[in-house]
């Protein structure tokens, strides 16, 4: 027998349908890995919540504990590189997909998916960013790499209150660019309480995503943006590399607005514009350090407590809800201990 511990456990049952709820299960039932981690937080993303109902493309195999982000201390290791006590943290790679995720008090993985906690962040604050953070960073990180700089013009942000876009946002701003954000779900009436939110997280102006929305079918725009991160994907992005300024950077990450991508050759060889994609699950180990050195450093905002909600193991179910409806505002970090 190993160590006893809770955990979210998503089952099938027979009619096809899937039931959640808080288990005591055992961590010799956890999958082989050098490390194991007692979890002190995970974070709630989209992809647990798809999990969490039985999307086979997040996860095939049920019972299955969910949670593609986990924080904790190292209590066993079978590997040089981690002594029991280091605090770490694991985002990405299997983790909550096919393998048992951070929705639980343990976990076991490879020691090649484990990231040493970075001096400047507590295991809460790596969870309040968690994949979305990481996403975002890695966002700002290539832009920036691209020779995108400040005194370049505005730049933009798309899905810009969402998770990765107002984090995308708020790092930007530290570094000192101007960023115009893009807001796009919320109801008319809504609008200036999220043009309040966005200029306080440091957009210099917001504009409603209509305007990167385009459906005139022209082959290009005009040229706006010498770089832009875009967080919905579909039709919103393809507007964005239209209107990228001649040699602009336009990162993609996400398909919130559709997986489709209807676009021409013309941003590319009349403007020299260059599109870059984001992957933050199968990220190498070396870039993926880089990264978290950032977000624990000089890219931390003063304010990262604000940017989530702390629940318990308990509310996550109200929250996948929350999510699955698009209705979830912030982040939400888990104190699973
Ligand atoms: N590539 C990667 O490694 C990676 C990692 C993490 C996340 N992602 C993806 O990145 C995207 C953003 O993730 P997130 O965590 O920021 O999601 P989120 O918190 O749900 O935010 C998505 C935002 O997109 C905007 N949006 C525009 N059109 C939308 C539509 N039709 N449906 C829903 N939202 C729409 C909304 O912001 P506005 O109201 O401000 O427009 C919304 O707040 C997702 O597609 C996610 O799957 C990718």
Redesign the pocket.
């Known amino acids: 027998m190993g160590k006893t511990f809770r955990a979210i456990v998503v089952r099938e049952r027979e009619d096809g349908t899937f039931t959640r709820s808080i288990e005591t299960r055992d961590t010799d039932e956890l999958p082989p890995g050098e490390v194991l981690i007692r979890v002190h937080y995970t974070s709630v993303?989209?992809?647990d919540a798809l999990s969490a109902i039985g999307n086979r493309g997040v996860t095939k195999n049920y019972p299955h504990t969910p949670g593609i982000d986990a924080a904790g201390v190292v209590e066993e290791s079978s590997s040089a590189d981690f002594k029991p006590g280091e605090e770490v943290l694991v985002t990405g790679y299997d983790l909550g997909m096919n393998t048992s995720g951070g929705m639980a008090e343990y976990i076991r993985v490879p020691a090649s998916w484990v990231v040493r906690l970075p001096a400047g962040l507590s295991l809460k604050e790596s969870m309040i960013y968690g994949?979305?953070g990481f996403?975002a960073a890695l966002s700002v990180y290539k832009l920036t790499g691209a020779g995108v700089r400040p005194d370049a013009g505005e730049v933009l942000v798309?899905?810009?209150?969402?998770?990765?876009?107002s984090l995308a946002l708020r790092f930007l701003a530290k570094l000192g660019y101007r960023v115009v954000a893009?807001?796009?779900?919320?109801e008319e009436s809504e609008y200036p309480r999220?043009e309040e939110k966005l200029k306080s997280l440091g957009a210099s102006r917001v504009i409603p995503?209509s305007e990167v929305n385009d459906t005139s079918g022209k082959l290009l725009l005009k040229g706006i943006w010498p770089g832009a991160i875009d967080?919905?994907?579909g039709n919103?992005l393809a507007t964005v590399v239209k209107q990228a300024a001649y040699l602009g950077v336009v990162t993609t990450?996400?398909?919130?607005?559709g997986h489709e991508l209807n676009l021409n050759v013309y941003p590319f060889i009349l403007r020299g514009v260059t599109l870059i994609g984001?992957?933050?699950?199968e990220c190498p180990m070396d870039l993926r350090l880089q990264v978290w050195e950032k977000m624990a450093g000089e890219w931390k905002p003063d304010n990262l407590e604000d940017f989530a909600t702390e629940i318990t193991l308990e509310q996550v179910e109200e929250r996948f809800r929350l999510?699955l409806d698009?209705k979830?505002q912030g982040r939400a970090v888990v104190r699973v201990q």
């Open positions: 993303n989209y992809k994949t979305a996403t798309t899905g810009a209150s969402g998770g990765v876009g893009a807001a796009g779900l919320v999220v995503a967080t919905v994907g919103v990450c996400g398909n919130t607005g984001i992957d933050s699950v999510l698009k979830s």
